[in-house]
């Protein structure tokens, strides 16, 4: 083994590798009613054994995304990180085209959100940029992070700090924001501001920036009758709504109520079929939760949790700045996404129309989130035992614990 690298890490390889097995497997059997829906809409009464209907149409088309997904996967990891900091520029300008032309050539889908550019590959239907600008903003502000390190004042200056580093993520945010999405917002903004904080920034910094950001969402809630609607739903759950911006809400919970300890047992679920929408993609926590029961899908959970902290782990014993900070925003996407999901499934959280990472039916969003975790477990290989830099609070320079990385 050449010196300077490790193993990569295995723990993290095992747990994303389980979720997606388990995605396959409760596509499998959550899917079956999306896919008599999709391909046979016009016939009366579909059944499994007419010729015209596919009742595994939506498991072909997630096992080929699975296998696009683990080529990307593999490609990535066999790619050095600092090729990510040499093309950062390129894929951040490339993802704030395809979010503006999403405006030009975008279709909702039957969703509210403009956000999906058609494409029609025989794998993969459309493409949802937001993806991408997930991939591009962590690249990109991993790279300019680490040269604001270098300099003197760090991310300390107003001027070249903290506004830079609003433009940096709002030419990105803001076209999610007009589209609208809800749950890539959301999670663009966590990446952003996770980053930014353990680059060095000061706390006034990030203080202000919430207050900007919670305005801004002020403003945004009061002018769209949507999300007002899912804040509304929210905020005052109604046992007996009948409308679609509480519907959802409401039976996501009474399919993870119904399931009990242990669940009514794979293909038994019953709201798939006929009430939870979206229950293979947005919605595919509570719809397994019906099945799997309270302690099956609480290893889920717990998968998540290793993620999140085997990333961090990761982040903390990079070799340098560049990788800690791209281990730390691959980390936060992943695991932000995964629990603002779950969140909502559960009703602790107002409807976004966000996937599940790796489970949930959806092509861009696990192929980029599988690249994510490609260059997450090649920084593995490069990981350092030894202290780094000095205090993460002065002078805006991350601190590196003195602990060694522990597998």
Same mark, same amino acid.
């Given at each position: 083994m050449r010196k300077g690298y490790h193993q990569i890490d295995q723990i993290l390889l095992i747990t994303v590798f389980v979720l997606i097995v388990v995605g396959i497997v409760m596509i499998t059997s959550i899917g079956v009613p999306k896919s008599i829906q999709l391909s046979a809409p016009d016939v009366a009464y579909p059944n499994c054994s007419d010729a015209a209907v596919d009742c595994y149409l939506i498991l072909k088309k997630h096992l080929t995304r699975v296998i696009v997904g683990i080529i990307a996967f593999l490609i990535v990891l066999r790619t050095d990180y600092k090729f990510w900091q040499k093309i950062a520029p390129g894929i951040y300008i490339v993802s704030i085209l395809l979010l503006i032309s999403v405006f030009v050539f975008g279709t909702a889908n039957n969703t509210i959100a403009r956000s999906w550019i =058609?494409? #029609?590959l025989p794998f993969?239907?459309? &493409?949802?940029?937001?993806?991408?600008?997930?991939?591009?903003?962590?690249?990109?502000?991993?790279?300019?992070? =680490?040269?604001?390190?270098?300099?003197? #004042?760090?991310?300390?200056?107003?001027?070249?700090?903290?506004?830079?580093?609003?433009? &940096?993520?709002?030419?990105?945010?803001?076209?999610?924001?007009?589209?609208? #999405?809800?749950?890539?917002?959301?999670?663009?903004?966590?990446?952003?501001?996770?980053?930014?904080?353990?680059? *060095?920034?000061?706390?006034?910094? &990030?203080?202000?920036?919430?207050l900007i950001a919670g305005f801004c969402s002020l403003i945004a809630v009061a002018g769209a009758d949507y999300l007002q609607n899912r804040f509304k739903a929210f905020l005052f759950p109604d046992e007996t709504c009948s409308e679609d911006y509480c519907w959802q809400s409401e039976q996501a919970k009474i399919a993870i109520g119904s399931?009990?300890?242990? *669940?009514?047992?794979?293909?038994q679920g019953i709201q798939k079929s006929y009430w939870l929408p979206q229950a293979s993609d947005d919605f595919i926590f509570a719809a397994s939760a019906e099945e799997l029961g309270f302690f099956r899908i609480m290893v889920v959970v717990l998968a998540y949790t290793v993620i999140g902290y085997r990333g961090y782990q990761i982040a903390n014993h990079a070799p340098n700045k560049f990788a800690?900070?791209?281990?730390?925003?691959?980390?936060?996407?992943?695991?932000?996404?995964?629990?603002?999901?779950?969140?909502? =499934?559960?009703?602790?959280?107002? &409807?976004? *129309?966000i996937t599940l990472p790796f489970i949930s039916y959806g092509g861009s969003s696990l192929v980029t989130t599988m690249m994510a975790m490609g260059v997450l477990l090649n920084i593995s290989k490069h990981t350092t035992d030894h202290a780094y830099t000095s205090n993460r609070r002065r002078h805006g320079r991350p601190h590196y614990t003195q602990h060694r990385y522990s597998r």
């Open positions: =058609n494409v #029609d993969l239907s459309s &493409i949802q940029p937001s993806e991408i600008a997930k991939f591009g903003l962590v690249a990109y502000m991993a790279t300019w992070i =680490n040269k604001k390190m270098q300099t003197r #004042d760090g991310l300390n200056d107003w001027r070249n700090g903290f506004f830079a580093f609003c433009v &940096i993520a709002g030419l990105l945010i803001l076209p999610v924001v007009a589209q609208p #999405d809800l749950g890539s917002t959301l999670v663009l903004a966590s990446i952003a501001t996770v980053m930014y904080f353990l680059g *060095g920034a000061p706390i006034k910094h &990030i203080l202000v920036g919430a399931g009990g300890p242990w *669940g009514k047992g794979l293909t800690m900070m791209l281990a730390a925003g691959m980390t936060t996407w992943v695991v932000v996404q995964a629990f603002v999901n779950i969140l909502v =499934n559960i009703s602790l959280f107002p &409807i976004t *129309g």
